[in-house]
């Protein structure tokens, strides 16, 4: 997403909505040229008691100076997915970015996952921990980050038939989407992080993923 574009939706949405945390995240976060300007728009808009950035790590020893300044201009969060792979020094490094530009570090321990995948009649929405991982996603709004990319690219559906845009946004409107018990259209081929742990490792292939994240499955 283009920062020019984060910015329209944040002016839009600030006028409607008020949360805990907003954080800028992926995929990797920190794989966008833009990442600083991004996490200060985010900061400006006011939507949140607390901004920051969740990210795998693995870039954080390459990122500009004014990555870290505006952690701490904002007082902000930096959460960190540490996943097997990581260079144990990261962490060290991070903290002592905190320490001398005063924002905190959130690091965790990540060695399995769910699958993302299970064919079912979207009863996964009513009990799913992501279903309140409310995004903002180039013009639209959606209750989950999985819903911005699942409907298209797995399912042939509407990309944003889950959503629902932000231009023209009312409170009511809003409010009806945040509160809808009717699940999601993802929802229908989401494990919504249920099912038995899979040990860490790195696939080879995004074949390779889908295979054993159980895509096949749940669109059988």
């Not at 794989?31 to 693995?58: F, R």
């Not at 990122?63 to 792979?85: A, N, T």
């Not at 903290?95 to 995948?117: D, V």
């Not at 409107?173 to 018990?181: C, G, I, M, S, V």
């Amino acid at each position: 997403m283009e920062p020019s574009v984060l910015k329209r939706d944040l002016d839009v949405m600030k006028n409607h909505l008020r949360v805990k945390l907003m954080m800028v995240q992926g995929g990797e976060p920190l794989l966008h040229p833009n990442v600083t300007e991004l996490l200060e728009l985010i900061c400006q808009s006011g939507m949140a008691k607390c901004y920051g950035v969740l990210t795998n790590g693995k870039l954080l020893k390459h990122v500009e100076h004014g990555f870290w300044h505006m952690l701490g201009k904002y007082q902000c969060e930096l959460r960190i997915s540490c996943y097997p792979d990581l260079d144990p020094e990261i962490v060290p490094f991070a903290t002592e970015k905190s320490h001398a530009h005063g924002f905190s570090i959130r690091p965790q321990q990540i060695g399995a996952f769910k699958p993302l995948f299970r064919k079912n009649g979207g009863e996964t929405y009513y009990g799913c921990p992501w279903n309140r991982c409310l995004t903002i996603h180039e013009g639209w709004f959606y209750l989950c980050p999985l819903t911005t990319f699942f409907p298209k690219q797995y399912m042939g559906l509407d990309e944003h038939i889950d959503g629902i845009p932000i231009d023209g946004i009312t409170d009511t409107k809003l409010q009806n989407f945040l509160n809808r018990t009717v699940p999601l259209e993802t929802c229908k081929i989401c494990a919504g992080a249920t099912g038995d742990s899979i040990p860490w490792h790195q696939n080879s292939s995004k074949e390779e993923w889908e295979n054993e994240a159980g895509l096949k499955e749940a669109l059988a």
